[in-house]
């Protein structure tokens, strides 16, 4: 049995199916090596280190810009090809189980962190801050998130944001001037403070674009656009025909981008490993790493594969193994969005998902499902909770729960897009939005982790999907057979006569000619 392992590992064929596979494992191992050789034997300047990941920073750049293409052709084509009630069935099944899992692992985040109690060994000012806290408003943040779903200029969208922010308001004071005296009264102590206390500070709410995909609102309007065109019939076959071409032409672009990627992860790893400065602060958040690593392991390794096995009945684990690739680009670059293009070659040529499925799910997937995300803000708040010494009942545990699901939906698909969603938790349960910089240090390397999960998370999904939709994309090969069958129209009259005539048309160019009226002519011509 072991030789005859050892003798498939070995053979030419797998080699040849897996040699990328094979290669960015390599590639990491040789990363983490160079790394840590160069940062204990060589002394690197800052703009040194920059150089040195030059080709890591490459790769990031190459896998960013396929994006954009990438999920305005899928999406657009994918819908069109669905009929709208298939496409409202597999969307509303796609959000179910997404909202499922994050919820799962949620629950599972608050479990861990309440059992281990990471940070009741510790205090707050034993740790030192790093960075600083972004400033975010919650109702504000969850307005700009809607706001988004809608942007007002399509190609704006494409490379920036909308996102508000508070500014304060300097208040002044008003002299009614109807009135015509002006009593002058004695300025004493007690007014002042009485003053004080009835002034209010008001703030105006700024509107302003930052840098980055609105990759919310290109969904929605790539979801409409796929199934107006879809409605539109023949008339839109142009454009399908259109968006699948440059789908087919951007997954040509994601199998050369492959070939450079076990370049770029060497330098990618080895220039995060130089470029921390501080490896004492993993000794002292060990315990709260940890809980969060064995949460995301439990999610992954027993709550996504139960429920792909319960609902699919098919071995989860190769399933997992055909979507090693993209797990293992989601480990290194830290972001779902970036790792988009190897989740699509990975589930459509290893697990041979069908493609009206995963060009549907998988960019939803990569902007609202973040199972990983979710159970880290979870784990992360209470900790901080825990370093307080601020005892969390059973409401506020809650909130945690429905804030961490929420705020996760609306986390970009960008590295430590985290640290913002964190604090909208943070502020839920009135803890202070800058103790955020307490786990800032050993976020990049749980940004990681928790990526990964997301990835399998939107992967697992795509079979879960495809199994519950699978009569009516079976109900949707059927009718396009019959179509392709029978192109022409068969029309049959009955006549006057009791005769059947069976009446053919057929389109040449811009003619029709009718057999039955080119008979009936030449019989006249003949009497």
């Not at 994050?102 to 309440?114: E, K, N, P, Q, S």
């Not at 000794?283 to 139960?306: E, F, Q, S």
């Not at 973040?370 to 159970?375: S, W």
């Not at 825990?386 to 961490?404: E, M, P, R």
Request: glycine residues 8%; hydrophobic residues 50%.
């Amino acid at each position: 049995m072991a030789k005859a392992i050892k003798k498939g590992l070995l053979c030419p064929s797998f080699v040849r199916e897996n040699w990328l596979l094979l290669s960015t494992v390599a590639a990491v191992l040789l990363g983490v090596g160079i790394g840590v050789l160069v940062r204990e034997y060589g002394s690197l300047s800052k703009v040194e280190k920059v150089y040195f990941a030059f080709p890591g920073e490459l790769l990031m750049r190459m896998l960013k810009l396929i994006i954009l293409p990438l999920i305005i052709s899928s999406i657009i084509a994918g819908v069109a090809a669905l009929d709208s009630n298939i496409s409202g069935k597999i969307g509303l099944r796609a959000i179910v189980y997404y909202l499922c899992t994050t919820v799962i692992a949620v629950i599972l985040g608050i479990i861990l962190v309440v059992t281990i109690r990471p940070g009741v060994t510790q205090k707050a000012s034993e740790i030192d801050r790093t960075g600083s806290s972004p400033e975010v408003n919650t109702v504000d943040a969850l307005l700009d998130l809607i706001r988004n779903m809608f942007p007002e200029n399509l190609v704006q969208a494409c490379f920036q944001q909308y996102k508000t922010k508070r500014e304060k308001v300097k208040t002044t004071t008003a002299v009614d001037k109807k009135s015509s005296l002006f009593r002058e009264e004695p300025t004493t102590m007690a007014t002042t403070a009485k003053a004080s206390e009835n002034k209010t500070q008001e703030y105006k709410i700024v509107g302003m674009y930052s840098s980055g995909i609105n990759v919310l609102g290109l969904i929605v309007f790539c979801l409409v656009f796929g199934v107006v065109i879809g409605k539109m019939g023949e008339k839109g076959q142009v454009l399908m025909d259109f968006f699948n071409a440059l789908n087919e032409a951007t997954m040509r672009i994601v199998q050369i981008i492959m070939w450079y990627m076990p370049i770029g992860i060497v330098f990618l790893i080895a220039g995060k490993i130089i470029a921390v400065e501080d490896w004492e602060i993993f000794r002292k958040l060990g315990l709260y790493m940890a809980t969060v690593i064995i949460g995301l392991a439990i999610h992954a390794g027993i709550v996504l594969p139960l429920i792909y096995f319960i609902i699919v009945r098919k071995n989860p684990f190769w399933f997992a193994m055909g979507m090693a690739q993209a797990l293992l680009t989601a480990l290194m670059t830290s972001s779902s969005s970036a790792t988009l293009p190897v989740t699509f070659r990975c589930a459509e040529e290893k697990n041979l998902i069908d493609k009206r499925i995963t060009r549907f799910v998988l960019p939803v997937g990569a902007t609202i499902n973040m199972d990983g995300t979710a159970l880290y803000e979870a784990v992360a708040a209470i900790f901080i909770a825990q370093l307080n010494d601020l005892k969390l009942d059973i409401g506020q545990i809650v909130t945690i729960s429905v804030t961490a699901t929420a705020a996760s939906i609306g986390a970009a698909g960008v590295p430590q897009a985290g640290l913002v969603t964190m604090v909208i938790v943070l502020s839920a349960i009135g803890l202070p939005a800058e103790d955020v910089t307490l786990i800032i240090a050993v976020d990049w390397l749980l940004d990681r982790f928790r990526t990964t999960v997301n990835v399998l998370g939107d992967a697992f999904g795509t079979g879960v999907v495809e199994k519950l939709s699978k009569k009516e994309l079976e109900q949707m090969d059927v009718t396009s057979e019959v179509n392709i069958v029978n192109p022409f129209a068969l029309e049959t009259e009955i006549l006057d006569n009791d005769e059947t005539q069976a009446k053919e048309s057929y389109i040449n160019g811009g003619f029709a000619v009718d057999k039955s009226d080119t008979i009936s002519f030449t019989q006249t011509s003949q009497f």
